[in-house]
């Protein structure tokens, strides 16, 4: 593969993981409306059986409730979230410099993957000690897991490249 062929598939996979970095921070604004919607979702005629069976819609209802009466008695809580979601914004960011020159910036990506692996123990630990769900924190271990694929395609190329360079 040339240089050129390297350089656009790690330029395609950083993208992807910047975007969905944004989006997830993005997403993290609005959490009550958007809980709201979700639970609408799986509440209705097509998706109210699976979701109760699979335990998802009593604990979005949950969720919902608590989120609901937080924001209405203690609404400077949500300002964590807004943090969380600027954190997001602010890491995608820094995916930047690899997208621009991967192999001067390879740290960065090192980086991203040691966070994506952080990922599963704060999820099963944390999330065990909060009363998360089992299932619910495997959904988030799997944000740790899919943000390593594109990272790890990445890496595989900027070693190549770096081979091809010298």
């Not at 910047?18 to 993290?28: H, M, R």
């Not at 979601?85 to 960011?93: D, E, K, M, P």
């Not at 959904?139 to 390593?148: K, L, Y």
Request: with cysteine; glycine share 10%.
């Amino acid at each position: 593969m040339t240089q050129a062929n390297h350089l656009r598939r790690i330029r395609l996979w950083l993208a992807i993981f910047i975007a969905g970095l944004i989006v997830s921070g993005i997403t993290a604004f609005p959490l009550q409306t958007e809980l709201g919607g979700v639970i609408s979702i799986l509440g209705g005629d097509r998706m109210s059986k699976p979701a109760e069976f699979a335990r998802i819609l009593p604990w979005m209802r949950h969720v919902g409730e608590a989120l609901g009466v937080t924001n209405a008695n203690y609404p400077f809580l949500a300002y964590g979230t807004d943090w969380l979601a600027f954190a997001h914004i602010v890491i995608a960011i820094a995916f930047v410099g690899p997208y621009v020159d991967p192999v001067r910036n390879k740290w960065v990506v090192a980086f991203g993957l040691i966070a994506c692996a952080g990922i599963l123990p704060v999820a099963l630990i944390a999330g065990h000690i909060r009363g998360i769900p089992f299932p619910w924190r495997l959904v988030d271990c799997s944000f740790g897991v899919f943000g390593a694929i594109p990272l790890l395609l990445c890496w595989r190329s900027i070693v190549l490249l770096e081979q091809q360079r010298l």
